[in-house]
Nanobody
Framework: QVQLVESGGGWVQTGNSLRLACAAS????????MAWFRQAPEKEREFVAAIRGGDRRTYYADSVKGRFTISRDNANTLYLQMNSLKPEDTAVYYC????????????????????WGQGTQVNVSS
């Protein structure tokens, strides 16, 4: 099983940027999906972005498209570059990994991902 540890959260003002990282360990190879989800207070956890293994195809929620960029390196460290942050981006951000490579119909679903990090808090003040 893969272990996931997020870092990079914090406080920023509207319009500023943050970069989240997720270090993955305990799994060889790269043919699995990785994703970022977030959960705001009193709201359900929601999909933010995902990246497949191998072809590294990316997927984004409409709310972050054009502002956030997901990437991963050869060591399976996952990143989320967040630009033009808004107060509504305030949430706990979770890194997740799937057991296999997700497809279009499954990549945005929580149940696709079997391993989760502990989360990192992002606060955006107006």
């Amino acid at each position: 099983q893969v272990q996931l540890v997020e870092s990079g959260g914090g406080w920023v003002q509207t319009g500023n940027s943050l970069r989240l990282a997720c270090a993955a360990s305990g799994r060889s190879g790269s043919m699995f999906g990785m994703a970022w989800f977030r959960q705001a207070p009193e709201k359900e956890r929601e999909f933010v972005a995902a990246i497949r293994g191998g072809d590294r195809r990316t997927y984004y929620a409409d709310s972050v498209k054009g502002r956030f960029t997901i990437s991963r390196d050869n060591a399976n460290t996952l990143y989320l570059q967040m630009n033009s942050l808004k107060p509504e981006d305030t949430a706990v951000y979770y890194c997740a990994a799937s057991s296999g490579n997700p497809i279009l119909s499954t990549v945005r679903k929580i149940e696709t991902y079997t391993q989760w990090g502990q989360g990192t808090q992002v606060n955006v003040s107006s």
